[in-house]
């Protein structure tokens, strides 16, 4: 099978259901309509900046990485097994302290902050593993999500219903006995209650079907197409830079290959070492 036969294409339409009002979106629709070019013009809305560093005292995981993604975007992270993914993404939420490189958010160094003053500062984080409360009910996950909130988080929850209804016939529900992608969507679900204005996915397709993972691609474009840039990491290269805008290839911590998904997919030696020919 060389082609996917799915067609992502057509993200040109953007409403602003679930994205945050002052979330990155705004400066792509103003681009898209032919508003004055903002400030920041293809400035990164969140970047991870030359990162090196690693666990604790132990050795550089990561070295001079870079990864990013603009406003309006979906950014893909792809690589081999252990080549820190995974360390990149925890290092640009905080989990980590880098030994150099930075973490932009907005304009803004937000490299000191923990990772809940960055939850505070807009990022949305799943992480790959252990990213829901197996014991609770689905809609107390998502309760447990906006815990930052103080304001009425009512409307946010039905978005979230509205983005994936299997959560909403499943509230009542333990999150623990649901399927692998309706997990899934409950980690996203959560992540999304706090209204983030950039959403960080760590291999959200992980361990589902080629069906399940189809339909959670097209949810994760849905969210982008509400102006919510996304950063995830996928296992599924091939599938994932077909709806990337910007591709990453790591490679044992450092930036193998970047470009536009379609770059990447073309490239041969992407192909040919990343891609399976
Ligand atoms: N909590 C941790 N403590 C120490 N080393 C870790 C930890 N998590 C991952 N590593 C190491 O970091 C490297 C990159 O892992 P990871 O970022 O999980 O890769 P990926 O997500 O690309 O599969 C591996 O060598 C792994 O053993
Ligand atoms: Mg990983």
């Not at 550089?60 to 820190?84: F, K, Q, R």
Request: charged share 25%; aromatic share 4%; glycine share 14%.
């Amino acid at each position: 099978m060389s082609e996917s036969g799915t067609d992502y294409g057509g993200r040109g339409t953007r409403d602003a259901s679930i994205v945050n009002p002052r979330g990155g979106g705004r400066l792509r629709a103003a681009h898209r309509t032919g508003g004055p070019a903002p400030q920041v013009a293809d400035a990164p809305f969140l970047e991870g900046r030359a990162m090196t560093g690693g666990y604790g005292k132990g050795p550089d995981i990561l070295h001079d990485c870079t990864v990013s993604v603009n406003a309006g975007e979906i950014a893909v992270i792809v690589g081999p097994n252990g080549a820190g993914k995974s360390t990149a993404m925890k290092a640009i939420f905080g989990m980590l302290d880098l030994r150099e490189g930075a973490v932009i958010l907005d304009g803004r160094d937000i490299t000191a902050l923990s990772p809940q003053d960055r939850v505070a500062a807009g990022m949305g984080f799943v992480p790959q593993t252990s990213n829901i409360f197996t014991s609770l009910s689905v809609e107390e996950n998502l309760e447990m999500g906006a815990f930052i909130r103080r304001d009425d988080i009512r409307p946010t929850m039905e978005q979230v219903y509205d983005l994936f209804p299997i959560l909403r016939e499943k509230r009542r529900q333990m999150a623990g006995e649901l399927s692998g992608g309706q997990r899934q969507q409950v980690a996203v679900g959560r992540a999304l209650m706090t209204r983030p204005k950039v959403l960080m996915l760590d291999e959200p397709t992980a361990g589902v079907s080629p069906i399940v993972m189809d339909e959670l691609f097209d949810r994760i474009i849905e969210v982008a197409r509400t102006g919510l840039p996304v950063l995830m990491v996928e296992q599924n290269a091939r599938q994932a830079l077909e709806i990337a805008d910007r591709g990453y290839v790591l490679v044992q911590g450092r930036n193998g290959f970047s470009g536009t998904g379609q770059e990447l997919l073309a490239d041969p030696e992407v192909r040919k070492s990343f891609l399976g020919g």
